[in-house]
């Protein structure tokens, strides 16, 4: 278990290590390469968890949706095409153009975008959602650091009975261990940055909820073995 991991919650982090800054400078720029050379990488159907999460969202009356990591939007349109109002952030402009382009008029209404890296505080007041939901960012190259203190502004940002739902790659992944590490359960592999998670971590993220549910998934070709986890702000 790395050093990060055996800290106490910490308080948000204006900025990472230098070394930290770097490998996110690096990680921004293979993402836009990435979508602007693929913009149809995960196809334009929704994933399962956003299936999901669009569902629950409803049933509950939770109309006003964070999205933190929205990527190519397969998600967001789902959401959106549930009647949803949702705040869809990414640290690629570009592939928010990309996409309200797809939401066109019948969709772009209730959908809001907003660039920004969320190593910084959530750029919202205190109890602005109802929900929140992220497909892969908490398993992106952050530290367990960020990741508390990205917690810690989900919570912030919740309204009392709020729902998160995210995902990540977990340590049973087979692409766990593989690759360049970069510590803290951090791997690089084909150029993308993965924070495998462990139970005792999605458990620390979850301190200032109540943690509701973990649903073991899989995804992709490898195939990719995820984690849903859905927890409530009480």
């Not at 969709?107 to 929900?131: I, N």
């Amino acid at each position: 278990m790395s050093k990060l991991r055996d800290r106490g919650a910490g308080k948000l982090v204006a900025g990472a290590a230098p070394a930290d800054d770097h490998v996110i400078g690096d990680q921004r720029r293979h993402w836009e390469e990435t979508f602007a050379a693929n913009p149809e990488m995960y196809g334009p159907e929704p994933s399962e968890p956003g299936r999901y999460a669009a569902t629950r969202f409803v049933a509950e009356e939770l109309s006003a949706v964070l999205e933190l990591g929205a990527g190519q939007g397969r998600d967001t349109l789902e959401l959106l095409r549930h009647g949803l109002e949702v705040h869809a952030l990414d640290f690629a402009p570009d592939a928010l153009v990309g996409i309200a382009a797809l939401a066109g008029p019948e969709l772009a209404g209730r959908l809001r975008t907003t660039v920004h890296d969320v190593r910084s505080a959530l750029p919202y007041p205190e109890r602005s959602f109802d929900a929140c939901y992220s497909h892969m960012l908490f398993t992106m190259a952050l530290t367990t650091e960020e990741l508390d203190a990205l917690a810690g502004e989900v919570h912030r940002v919740l309204r009392p009975g709020g729902l998160c739902i995210y995902t990540v790659r977990h340590t049973g992944d087979a692409h766990y261990g593989a690759g360049r590490s970069l510590g803290d359960d951090r791997y690089e592999n084909g150029g993308f940055v993965i924070h495998f998670f462990d139970r005792s971590l999605v458990e620390r993220l979850a301190a200032r909820f109540d943690l509701e549910d973990v649903t073991a998934f899989e995804e992709g070709s490898l195939p990719r073995q995820l984690w849903r986890v859905t927890m409530r702000r009480a």
